[in-house]
């Protein structure tokens, strides 16, 4: 499932297409309106002509403005850039409260903290990406972070279960990172080898902790996304028109 929606690039890794899947409706996800990837600061010549031919027209950087200025982004000209800024840079609340997990089991909590913060972070980025989704002028989209593993992840599994993909389909996505991540960045060397694997690798509990915080708060997706986010029915309305595969 993952491997035929991923799109190889040769500066950028972790870049996958949001359509194709199967919804519970029996319908599918349209591809080609949405696309996830880790940073594009490497973008090669021949990766712009790929993103041209994908009909790129917009980019949403969730990356805070820090992460903006240190690493920009190398994009082909005239695309439109969204930049909400306010993720911070990766589950980073969760690791102020422990900053250098020495053990997987403490590597883990800090994650798992960090994710059930996303809903409360991330509302703003997933507003501006739903309104981007939803806006028939804005070409295809594509959506990332520094790895497009945490914050890619959570708002990509919003889009998902907004289409009406099943709780198994979000997480098989959210989890394709591990196949699809290229880690280069070795910024944790200091930290034992099993602590940095769960540092780099996407796990079931992390989305689940994110996601089981957002319905204990707001009792679901729907809601979450109303009172918290501030989306409306008409943006939740576009959204579905154009993420779901006519039948």
Not at 16 to 41: C, I, K, M, Y
Not at 99 to 126: K, N
Not at 144 to 154: E, L, P, V
Not at 231 to 243: E, H, K, M, P
Request: with cysteine.
């Amino acid at each position: 499932m993952a491997e035929d929606r991923h799109v190889p690039l040769q500066g950028a890794s972790n870049m996958r297409d949001l359509g194709g899947l199967p919804l519970r409706n029996g319908g599918r996800g349209r591809r080609g309106r949405v696309f996830r990837s880790a940073s594009l600061n490497g973008l090669t010549a021949a990766d712009h002509d790929r993103l041209r031919a994908l009909g790129l027209g917009t980019v949403v950087d969730l990356r805070s403005p820090s992460e903006q200025r240190d690493t920009p982004s190398n994009l082909p000209p005239g695309l439109a850039v969204i930049a909400p800024g306010d993720g911070g840079a990766g589950p980073q609340p969760g690791a102020r409260r422990n900053r250098r997990p020495h053990t997987e089991a403490a590597a883990i909590e800090m994650m798992r903290q960090g994710y059930q913060t996303y809903p409360h972070r991330m509302a703003a980025a997933t507003k501006a990406l739903f309104q981007a989704v939803a806006d028939a002028d804005a070409g295809a989209i594509l959506v990332h972070c520094a790895a497009g593993k945490d914050r890619t992840g959570f708002v990509a599994a919003m889009l998902l279960q907004t289409v009406g993909a099943s709780a198994e389909t979000v997480m098989q996505d959210y989890l394709a990172t591990n196949l699809m991540w290229d880690r280069k960045s070795d910024r944790i060397s200091f930290l034992p080898k099993p602590a940095k694997e769960a540092i780099f690798s996407t796990r079931t509990e992390y989305l689940q902790a994110a996601l089981e915080t957002l319905l204990g708060e707001f009792g679901s997706t729907e809601d979450y996304l109303a009172k918290m986010c501030g989306i409306d029915t008409a943006t939740v309305s576009g959204v579905r028109a154009a993420l779901i595969e006519a039948r």
